[in-house]
């Protein structure tokens, strides 16, 4: 049940899955706007009103119409009306970013263009070198000058650079692949190399996203900052709140919602189904009549219950509330002394806090009363029952990822939609703030007015800035927020930096966003929106930035950087299967350490040990021996399913054990066969991740298989390789291309020219060796020196002018004393045919010497790439050519240098 456009729900209640739009699989209820308090002369704002909005390609899971309603549908089904279709609505809008909001990378890119056209130069001016002297020559036949020309042109400019370029890059595709990245937009690999902000989704990027109840605080009868984690220690009331203040839904037999309320719901140990909670010793049962569901403006979320208990002749009508510490504060009858010092406590240790609020209702009330009472009967005068706290834990591996991402000059960057403390304590602990911290917000933030920014200005206005301040996360140091670039300078040179959504969108309003958002570490309470316009400043400041995310939210921020990272973490199924495997794993390592094998010290799996003892009965050994040349695939059949101890043998596994077992030897196609077995075994017990509507991979131009972020190191370290070879690519092709520009221009007229074999070797071996060099492997380590990131730098024309300028002496040296010793009548005429003679060996030998050490000089290794010593294929090319030339040099082939 697919919504086909963005609807006004006017009738009617429905649960619907908006993953395609959020990427969040909690559903979403959706009241009609009828009822709801919303005034007919209010104007519809779809971010402000969406709990009455049925935005386009979300998945209808269940619906209730409304039968006292004045307008009803004929089948008794909701009633909507439409707001926009096609584009216009908001996966119109979503898929419109992921098309047209970057432009496409590909390996024609302004920089090769500029160097074509730099080597474009020199060889209009060796083409005109040449016609000139030509045209001096009243004899010299005029088309073969035309057409030699033409070949210079076509020879310095080398048409091999695209293919060498796309060669270097799908070979760092094909590593990628095999780390389970794959990549969509190839030539953006060689931006991973050039990254220098790494942006970050904390919430299922850096952290899990199953949050854990790690207790319940100040509760009365215990110590303030105590967690109690037992439920039969909580007050009643705590655990009504918990197990009854949710908007969980049943779906085929299946509980789904938030996250949180299903964590706090199972710590209760309450059960729920249908609107109704009991307690798991059966004494309590609530039903809930109505809910007020939980708004983002809002920040809390309230219902009321008719509660029963066992003994009582009728239900007590109860108010229950929970939501932001700071929210739920200004609806307390009565506030404790210790609340901000509690709630606060825990929030600068990264937990999530929730306030627990309850209160007894009129026991007159019924079920019709209760559901007409407005939000704000039911949310005043609440009764303080402590404060849930939640942790979100690290992922194991962001830690050391993000360690040597820092260590490797790299600036990080946290954006998230958490709380400011939460993500502080969060980012301290993965080196992404490493100083004290200052957090810019609207004062109303802390004390849960919530109201947004600008609550009694317009965001950005001169006004609005005494609205703004700078606080320390323990509060101790509070500054006054001030239009001036100088104060922020100064702050920044001391503190690591916080923004909110609230005042990101002042500082975007006052103009300061370019300034302001390239000093900021961490980024809290934005929206999707936000998101992109950070990586979009950051990027209008000339930085090259990479996004790491998960969900939808993260696509804006995905398309806007350089190098977007979406990661698709595997099923539940998979990450199940993987949890059992580890524990045989761990179980049959416990077996074979207290049973090692009879007579040897190796420890073989139970199922190897039967097939070698099977290997000493010669009757039995020779029945396989048969089985496996007759028919392996029954072998394989049998073998596999014998186990011991739940140590199950592979199909590849047995049928190399029984060829072992019958004494014979084991050819190496049946090795291969056996290694395709297991490989197909491996493949079909693991759940490859889906990619479904909601995900990040379907914007990114990188998709990770894994659910951390260490593959961020990988492409990294598989991005700087690929544009250290690219780049010396383009400096070894330059100068072979130079030196061409003056053989086939002065060396021609000259008579010196080379003969169809030395060139067919010359382009094979130049060839063999750009295949090596595109072959380098990347260093298991970042490190902390960057490689040069543009072609169009003084290094790297210092250095290949001045290795042209070394060649360019070298071969006229080489030329004018072989030409001083070579006899007068063995010198050729320019368009004469080819004979060998001293000069033009003189000359081949010497230009494939500049040749080698071209590519031996510029090969680039560490601290990016494995060293010359390392890549085997490259320095073999290198021996096998200095050898071929020695032999040549020394003539003790002679055949070979007649040839």
Not at 124 to 131: N, T
Not at 560 to 588: C, F, M, Q, W
Not at 771 to 783: C, E, H, T
């Amino acid at each position: 049940k697919v919504v086909p456009a963005d609807c006004l729900l006017l009738v009617g209640n429905c649960i619907v899955e908006e993953a395609v739009l959020t990427g969040e699989s909690t559903p979403q209820w959706k009241l009609p706007v009828s009822g709801s308090g919303v005034s007919p002369h209010e104007a519809l704002h779809i971010k402000s009103h969406k709990q009455h909005v049925l935005f386009g390609g979300t998945r209808v899971l269940q619906h209730t119409g409304d039968k006292n309603a004045r307008i009803r549908t004929p089948d008794g089904g909701c009633l909507a009306i439409v707001l926009r279709t096609g584009s216009e609505t908001s996966q119109g809008q979503l898929m419109r970013t992921i098309l047209h909001s970057t432009e496409r990378i590909t390996a024609n890119s302004w920089e090769t263009g500029v160097f074509i056209l730099f080597l474009l130069i020199f060889a209009v001016s060796a083409a005109y070198y040449v016609l000139k002297h030509g045209l001096a020559d009243p004899k010299r036949d005029r088309f073969k000058l035309v057409l030699n020309c033409v070949m210079i042109v076509t020879s310095v400019i080398p048409p091999e650079l695209p293919m060498e370029l796309t060669i270097a890059v799908n070979n760092s595709l094909v590593a990628l692949a095999r780390k389970a990245i794959f990549c969509t937009e190839p030539f953006r690999i060689p931006f991973a190399g050039k990254v220098q902000v790494c942006c970050f989704d904390k919430t299922g990027t850096l952290t899990t996203d199953h949050l854990l109840l790690e207790g319940l605080a100040g509760l009365p009868s215990r110590s303030p900052l105590q967690l109690v984690l037992n439920p039969d220690q909580w007050s009643t009331a705590a655990a009504e709140v918990l197990a009854t203040c949710q908007s969980l839904v049943m779906v085929d037999n299946e509980l789904i919602g938030d996250p949180l309320e299903k964590a706090a719901l199972q710590a209760s140990r309450w059960s729920y189904n249908a609107d109704v909670a009991v307690s798991h010793d059966k004494k309590t049962r609530a039903t809930v009549v109505q809910r007020y569901h939980f708004n983002s403006s809002l920040r809390r979320m309230s219902a009321t219950l008719q509660l029963e208990e066992d003994g009582s002749s009728q239900p007590v009508p109860v108010a229950v509330m929970k939501g932001a510490p700071e929210v739920v504060r200004q609806h307390l009858a009565t506030v404790p002394d210790n609340y901000d010092t509690i709630y606060k406590h825990f929030a600068a240790q990264g937990a999530r806090v929730i306030a627990l609020a309850r209160r007894l209702l009129q026991a007159h009330l019924t079920g019709p009363e209760l559901r007409g009472l407005s939000r704000d009967q039911v949310e005043r005068d609440m009764a303080f029952e402590g404060f849930a706290v939640f942790q979100c834990p690290l992922k194991v591996e962001s830690e050391p990822s993000l360690a040597e991402l820092a260590a490797a000059s790299h600036m990080l960057v946290m954006i998230t939609g958490d709380a400011p403390l939460t993500a502080v304590h969060a980012a301290s602990q993965v080196h992404i703030v490493t100083r004290p911290v200052l957090i810019l917000q609207h004062k109303l933030e802390a004390t849960g007015a919530g109201i947004g920014p600008g609550a009694y200005h317009k965001p950005g206005s001169p006004e609005a800035d005494a609205e703004f301040e700078w606080l320390s996360p323990n509060e101790q140091v509070r500054l006054p927020f001030q239009r001036s670039w100088d104060q922020v300078l100064l702050l920044a040179a001391e503190y690591d930096l916080c923004l909110t959504g609230d005042a990101l969108a002042h500082i975007e309003g006052a103009g300061l966003a370019k300034k302001v958002i390239p000093l900021v570490q961490v980024f809290a309470r934005v929206s999707p929106e936000q998101k992109e316009l950070v990586l979009q400043t950051l990027r209008a400041a000339g930085w090259v930035t990479l996004m790491c995310g998960d969900g939808t939210n993260d696509v804006g921020g995905l398309k806007a950087a350089h190098v977007g990272i979406a990661l698709l973490a595997p099923s539940a199924l998979a990450e199940a299967k993987r949890k059992a495997k580890a524990a045989d794993d761990r179980k049959s390592k416990g077996s074979k350490a207290a049973k090692p094998a009879a007579g040897s010290q190796q420890l073989l799996p139970a199922a190897q040990q039967q097939l070698a003892a099977a290997a000493g009965d010669k009757s039995r050994a020779g029945s396989r021996a048969a089985a496996a040349a007759g028919a392996p695939g029954d072998v394989v059949q049998k073998s596999s399913k014998s186990k011991k101890g739940g140590d199950k043998v592979k199909p590849g596994h047995a049928l190399l054990e029984t060829y072992r077992a019958a004494g014979k030897p084991v050819p190496a196609s049946i090795q291969r066969w056996a290694e395709m077995l297991d490989k197909l075994e491996d493949e079909g017990g693991q759940d490859v991740p889906m990619v479904k509507p909601g995900d990040a991979s379907m914007a990114s131009p990188f998709t990770a298989k894994a659910a951390s972020v260490a593959p961020v190191t990988d492409i990294l370290k598989q991005g700087r390789c690929t544009l250290v070879t690219t780049v010396q690519m383009f400096k070894i092709l330059g100068l072979l291309c130079l030196s061409t520009a003056y053989a086939l221009s002065v060396m021609y007229l000259e008579g010196v020219k080379l003969s169809d074999s030395q060139a067919t070797l010359s382009g094979l071996l130049t060839a063999g060796m750009f295949y090596f060099i595109s072959n380098a492997k990347p260093l298991g380590k970042l490190s902390a020196a960057r490689p040069h990131p543009s072609i169009f730098c003084i290094y790297f024309f210092a250095s290949l002018l001045g290795q042209f300028a070394v060649q360019l002496g070298f071969l006229i040296f080489m030329y004018r004393t072989a030409l001083a010793v070579m006899p007068q009548d063995e010198r050729q005429e320019s368009d004469a045919e080819f004979k060998p003679n001293l000069v033009n060996s003189v000359c081949y030998l010497v230009e494939q010497i500049v040749q080698l050490t071209t590519f031996a000089v510029n090969y680039v290794g560490h601290p990016f790439n494995t060293g010359l010593g390392e890549n085997q294929g490259m320095l073999r090319s290198l021996r096998y050519s200095g050898c071929f030339l020695a032999l040549l040099v020394s003539e003790a082939i002679m055949p070979l240098n007649e040839r």
